[in-house]
């Protein structure tokens, strides 16, 4: 079973910066594709961002150049690096862990973005 914990979440100004972890327990870490999505209240949770097992990292348009997705696969743990935030990126930010048929989620975290 995987167990996915999500923090760093908080209230930021617009413009600022926000560091989002993701700690993974069980599992096979190394080799699981990790993402991260949000989910902004009455709409569909999106994809902000994943990163396979080789590296390989991939982003929504919305945050290409202001977000950057990271792994340590010792820690067991995927981050998220938010730089200039705006207020339309308020929302619960997701941790995923996906690997053949399994597929895990995170509890959330909320992310708000306000002056």
């Known amino acids: 079973q995987v167990r996915l914990v999500e923090s760093g979440g908080d209230l930021v100004q617009p413009g600022g910066s926000l560091r989002l972890s993701c700690a993974a327990s069980?599992?096979?870490?190394?080799?699981?594709?990790m993402g991260w999505y949000r989910q902004i209240p009455g709409k569909e949770r999106e994809l902000v961002a994943d990163?396979?097992?080789?590296?390989?990292?991939g982003y929504a348009d919305f945050v290409k150049g202001r977000f950057t997705i990271s792994r340590d696969n010792a820690k067991k743990m995927v981050n998220l690096q938010m730089n200039s935030l705006k207020p339309e990126d308020t929302a619960v930010y997701y941790c995923?862990?996906?690997?053949?048929?399994?597929?895990?989620w995170g509890q959330g975290t909320q992310v708000t973005v306000s002056s």
């Open positions: 995923r862990w996906s690997l053949g048929l399994g597929d895990y």
């Open positions: 069980g599992g096979s870490f190394s080799i699981a594709t």
């Open positions: 990163i396979t097992s080789g590296g390989t990292s």
